[in-house]
């Protein structure tokens, strides 16, 4: 791998007018670490293919709204196999779950992309889709538990989150459910919100997340989201999984 492809697994020469040269001009430090811990390292450890690291890794961008690294993390997500669809409907459901401002700062940057690839309407999901079947029971189950413990406080919301999410946004063919989990289980890591993380995590490996993938997610957030972000998901990843050996 060449100096300028490692340095654009990680960077971006678009958004932030940043070369290799530049970076090293102000931290040589971080360029080395750009450039071989994150690039040749990090990018290519087993546990988690090249596709889904692009998609947590636009995922994490998005939610912190790091625009400049956003257009090449996008070329890269594409080049990695993640469908226009499926960068569409991510951009969308992150509007929920991240932010509406985040997501529309996402979609100028994509904008660009897609017509620099000649992306057009016919590769991205229409507003009417048929919908994936929905598990009634799985279902009335989270929306009574949600009922319980957030209707007395807003009441709208528990009627949103039931209308607005779960019987429409979750259930779009565009994005798997095991993908929509897993951008789901990379915003709430990478904006700290540890709170929502266990459901969603359970919902990801119910939905064919692996634990070896799921440990991989964490570590390679802690690069793109800090440190102190992984390590509060993982404290809380390694209840999840005890839970569902039967050790607690």
């Given at each position: 791998m060449n100096t300028t492809t490692a340095f654009a697994i990680a960077m971006s020469f678009g958004t932030g007018n940043l070369s290799p040269d530049d970076v090293a001009a102000v931290s040589p430090a971080l360029d080395h670490y750009i450039k071989h811990t994150i690039a040749q390292d990090l990018w290519h450890r087993p546990g988690l293919s090249a596709r889904d690291r692009s998609l947590i890794t636009v995922t994490a961008v998005i939610t912190r709204n790091q625009t400049v690294?956003?257009?090449?993390?996008?070329?890269?997500?594409?080049?990695?196999?993640?469908?226009?669809?499926?960068?569409?409907?991510?951009?969308?459901?992150?509007?929920?779950?991240?932010?509406l401002g985040n997501a529309l700062t996402a979609t100028s940057v994509a904008r660009q992309v897609f017509a620099e690839r000649h992306i057009g309407a016919d590769q991205l999901p229409t507003v009417d889709v048929i919908k994936l079947p929905l598990d009634e029971e799985v279902e009335d189950a989270r929306a009574k538990a949600v009922e319980?413990?957030?209707?007395?406080?807003?009441?709208?919301?528990?009627?949103?989150?039931?209308?607005?999410?779960?019987?429409?946004?979750w259930l779009r063919p565009d994005l798997q459910p095991r993908d929509r989990s897993l951008v789901t289980?990379?915003?709430?890591?990478?904006?700290?919100?540890?709170?929502?993380?266990?459901?969603?995590?359970?919902?990801a490996m119910d939905s064919g997340l692996t634990r070896e993938q799921a440990q991989e997610v964490i570590s390679h957030l802690a690069y793109y989201a800090g440190w102190p972000n992984a390590f509060s998901a993982s404290a809380i990843a390694r209840d999840v999984f005890d839970r569902r050996d039967g050790k607690k």
């Open positions: 690294l956003l257009d090449e993390q996008l070329r890269l997500a594409l080049d990695n196999g993640v469908k226009p669809a499926e960068l569409s409907e991510t951009i969308a459901h992150l509007a929920f779950y991240a932010g319980q413990m957030t209707g007395p406080a807003a009441p709208g919301l528990v009627r949103d989150t039931t209308d607005v999410l779960f019987r429409d946004l289980v990379a915003a709430l890591i990478s904006a700290g919100q540890s709170a929502q993380i266990p459901y969603h995590l359970n919902r």
